[in-house]
């Protein structure tokens, strides 16, 4: 028998060195999008709210805001709809309610052993900053989302697609002021693919003095067909919804991908702040949907297939979904908090050109900043 030559064996370690590698760097990369280059949006002077706001009310009142509208991209058109007639009336926060879990199961996080588990990551906590995307490549919800592995816990804070700003990236463009949500279609029009995350990562960071670890970017199309996958969503109104061509009565109703979406999207009845509620519902119905029927490696098949989706922008790794599936495993629909902005920290303006748009007031930096470093605390109810 002959002797086994050295350099097969050295040739045989070498492909599995390679094997480990690519397989570590598959794990621990995005694959489908790029990371946000955080370091250079950190020298940006985060403006206070307050002078956000004198800024914007000066561009309202006067002649720039038609110069700013003016050199839009066509897709923003839509923002001379319908005129801001009153204030909505905000409620009490929307918290997402999970049915009851199967008889003999319990939560990980609620069993006597769970302070012996091991975390789903080493890391606190991560932000990620969760878009969906509309046919005219404007940001049409907007969730800033904190997953706190050490609390077990996951808080989405929805930013009014409305929020009239200061635009901090387009100036050589001649753009000042705008919607928070037109700064993703700015960014795609002006900087090519992949720049409108950027951009509108920039404004927030820029007026509200918030920063994200990650971003996960769908459009709409997205979510109606992940919606399908999984069988639609169960979701219960308290009152009628409508607009012009569409009708919701009270009670429980089943929506298929194509209807929530619909759903999620109507606002000529009332105003964006119901809009975000919706929306909120629809994916709290979506979250309680996963959770009920997917164990955790279900889960995890569920966020590689959608990171694998090259529709959907992310910077999310395999471990990054895995880490997410973890946790999404150890809690219930009460650990899950969907929180809207208090109703006395904007009001509704209607520009010169007759766009109905939405002014944050001082506090609301503040109040974004203490939903994403763990330090809010809901109001109790009197």
């Not at 029927?293 to 959907?312: A, C, H, M, P, T």
Request: aromatic share 8%.
């Amino acid at each position: 028998m002959k002797k086994r030559r050295p350099y097969l064996t050295i040739g045989i370690l070498l492909l599995l060195a390679a094997l480990a590698a690519g397989a570590y760097w598959l794990w621990s990369n995005p694959l489908f999008g790029r990371r946000l280059n955080l370091a250079s949006l950190n020298p940006l002077q985060t403006q206070t709210s307050s002078q956000a706001q004198a800024a914007s009310g000066q561009a309202l009142a006067g002649s720039d805001a038609a110069a700013a509208d003016a050199n839009q991209p066509a897709s923003d058109a839509e923002i001379q709809a319908q005129l801001a007639e009153e204030a909505p009336e905000m409620a009490a926060l929307l918290q997402a309610q999970e049915s009851a879990r199967a008889e003999g199961k319990e939560s990980l996080s609620q069993t006597p052993s769970a302070a012996e588990q091991t975390a789903c990551s080493s890391v606190g906590a991560l932000s990620a900053l969760v878009l969906g995307i509309d046919d005219n490549e404007q940001a049409d919800a907007i969730r800033l989302m904190r997953l706190d592995f050490t609390k077990e816990s996951i808080s989405v804070v929805s930013i009014p697609r409305d929020f009239w700003v200061p635009v901090v990236d387009m100036q050589e463009h001649g753009i000042q002021f705008g919607r928070i949500n037109a700064t993703y279609g700015y960014g795609e029009f002006y900087n090519g693919d992949g720049g409108g995350i950027e951009s509108l990562t920039r404004n927030i960071q820029a007026n509200f003095g918030v920063s994200v670890d990650h971003y996960f970017v769908l459009h709409f199309a997205d979510i109606e067909k992940y919606i399908d996958r999984i069988g639609g969503v169960d979701v219960v109104l308290e009152d009628p919804v409508w607009d012009k061509e569409h009708s919701f009565s009270a009670g429980a109703h089943h929506f298929d991908g194509e209807t929530a979406v619909t759903f999620m999207r109507m606002r000529e009845g009332d105003s964006d702040f119901f809009r975000v509620r919706r929306q909120s519902l629809v994916l709290s119905a979506f979250y309680k949907k996963v959770m009920n029927e997917l164990n955790v490696w279900q889960l995890v098949k569920l966020g590689v297939s959608v990171i694998n989706d090259r529709s959907i922008l992310t910077d999310f790794s395999a471990k990054d979904v895995y880490t997410v599936a973890c946790l999404a495993g150890r809690i219930s629909g009460d650990d899950v908090a969907f929180i809207e902005i208090p109703k006395d920290l904007f009001h509704p303006m209607t520009t010169n050109l007759g766009a109905s748009v939405i002014i944050p007031h001082d506090g609301v930096a503040g109040f974004l900043q203490s939903v994403m470093d763990g330090t809010y605390q809901p109001e109790e109810e009197e």
